[in-house]
């Protein structure tokens, strides 16, 4: 009988501190979860194809321009490239080479191209 009395003493002690500690809130109502917190909305990132490099060297009166681009980005032979200025049209080149390491030559086919200018692809 003993052993009957410290078995299921520890169990219904158990149980009865088991009922006090429902989800239930101060009017006796079940408590709801807590609304789920709104993912932070994330920046869509898309990459640009947009190809683009810088005049490094120019000469106005020979027609053409040494242009550098990032590593890995390189235009093709006799593509056709606009050249900006403070974000203003100011020219075309197209790419002729030779090509070493980043840089490339290109013929200036209208307007200028000045040490600085921005050249992307149309």
Same mark, same amino acid.
């Given at each position: 009988?003993?052993?009957?009395?410290? /078995?299921? #003493?520890?169990?219904? /002690?158990?149980?009865?501190?088991?009922?006090?500690?429902?989800?239930?809130?101060?009017?006796?109502? *079940?408590?709801?979860? #807590? *609304?789920?917190?709104?993912?932070?909305?994330?920046p869509i990132v898309t990459p640009s194809n947009v190809l683009s490099g810088r005049v490094l060297k120019s000469k106005p009166g020979m027609g053409f321009a040494v242009l550098v681009f *990032?590593?890995?980005?390189?235009?093709?032979?006799?593509?056709?490239?606009?050249?900006?200025?403070?974000? /203003?049209?100011?020219?075309?080149?197209?790419?002729?080479?030779?090509?070493?390491?980043?840089?490339?030559? #290109?013929?200036?086919? #209208?307007?200028?191209?000045?040490?600085?200018?921005?050249?992307?692809? *149309?």
């Amino acid at each position: 009988m003993r052993f009957w009395r410290y /078995l299921l #003493a520890p169990l219904l /002690l158990s149980l009865a501190c088991a009922g006090c500690t429902g989800t239930r809130g101060k009017s006796g109502e *079940p408590q709801t979860t #807590a *609304p789920a917190r709104p993912e932070p909305s994330r920046p869509i990132v898309t990459p640009s194809n947009v190809l683009s490099g810088r005049v490094l060297k120019s000469k106005p009166g020979m027609g053409f321009a040494v242009l550098v681009f *990032p590593v890995g980005q390189m235009p093709a032979l006799e593509q056709r490239m606009t050249v900006y200025r403070g974000g /203003l049209k100011v020219g075309e080149v197209r790419v002729t080479g030779p090509q070493r390491d980043d840089k490339i030559v #290109a013929d200036v086919v #209208a307007g200028e191209a000045a040490e600085g200018d921005e050249v992307r692809s *149309p």
